[in-house]
Nanobody, 119 residues
Framework: QVQLVESGGGLVQAGGSLRLSCAAS????????MGWYRQAPGKQRELVAT???????NYADSVKGRFTISRDNAKNTVYLQMNSLKPEDTAVYYC?????????????WGQGTQVSVSS
């Protein structure tokens, strides 16, 4: 089994910054895709940013130029640096990863961390 544990959420004023972390642990041979998604109240979960094992990144248009995703493969950890935060960034942020164990590749979700941006 694999666990993804997010941290770093909180309350910040508009224009501020937060850094989210997500650490994977458990039965891990390698991690392919890692990403961050978010879900605001009353809305569907949406992609924020993704990063492959080789470091290729992809961002939602709404966060381009403000958010940066990165990963530390040695620590099985993915980060999301969020700058110039806006009230519309308020949501629960979820970590997601495709993890290879000894027998298969499975997709996992973290429990989520709340990010609240006040105007």
């Amino acid at each position: 089994q694999v666990q993804l544990v997010e941290s770093g959420g909180g309350l910040v004023q508009a224009g501020g910054s937060l850094r989210l972390s997500c650490a994977a642990s458990g039965s891990i041979r390698s991690i392919y895709f890692m990403g961050w998604y978010r879900q605001a109240p009353g809305k569907q979960r949406e992609l924020v940013a993704t990063i492959t094992s080789s470091g290729s990144t992809n961002y939602a248009d709404s966060v381009k130029g403000r958010f940066t995703i990165s990963r530390d493969n040695a620590k099985n950890t993915v980060y999301l640096q969020m700058n110039s935060l806006k009230p519309e960034d308020t949501a629960v942020y979820y970590c997601n990863a495709d993890v290879r164990n000894r027998y298969s590749v499975n997709n996992y979700w973290g429990q989520g961390t709340q990010v609240s941006v006040s105007s």
